[in-house]
Nanobody, 127 residues
């Protein structure tokens, strides 16, 4: 079991930066692929970024590639999402998630592949 708590959301101006954090509890955190997803009002949940257990492999949605960076610190059992050059369309509730199975070798982008979810943190983009 993995419990997840996000933080770091808030109001950011277009072009600004924000860093989200997801603190995990559970001794097996380091074995799980972690992902960030987001959901805007009236829209379906969408994949943002994923990182494998070691941090050596990452993947991004095309909409955030080159602007967002996912990273993890297994010693701190925390995964991060650095958001740069934020756009109005990035506004959403951001949730982190842990993959359904530990020790997976392939990054996946489908919400159904992730079994453990945080409550989410709101990101608002406005000048």
């Amino acid at each position: 079991q993995v419990q997840l708590v996000e933080s770091g959301g808030g109001l950011v101006q277009p072009g600004g930066s924000l860093r989200l954090a997801c603190a995990a509890s559970g001794r097996t955190f380091s074995r799980y692929t972690m992902g960030w997803f987001r959901q805007a009002p009236g829209k379906v949940r969408e994949f943002v970024a994923a990182i494998n257990w070691s941090g050596g492999s990452t993947a991004y949605a095309d909409s955030v590639k080159g602007r967002f960076t996912i990273s993890r610190d297994n010693a701190k059992t925390t995964v991060y999402l650095q958001m740069n050059s934020v756009k109005p369309e990035d506004a959403a509730v951001y949730c982190c998630a842990a993959h359904r199975f530990p020790d997976t070798l392939v990054l996946t982008f489908t919400p159904g592949d992730y079994a453990y979810w945080g409550q989410g943190t709101q990101v608002t983009v406005s000048s």
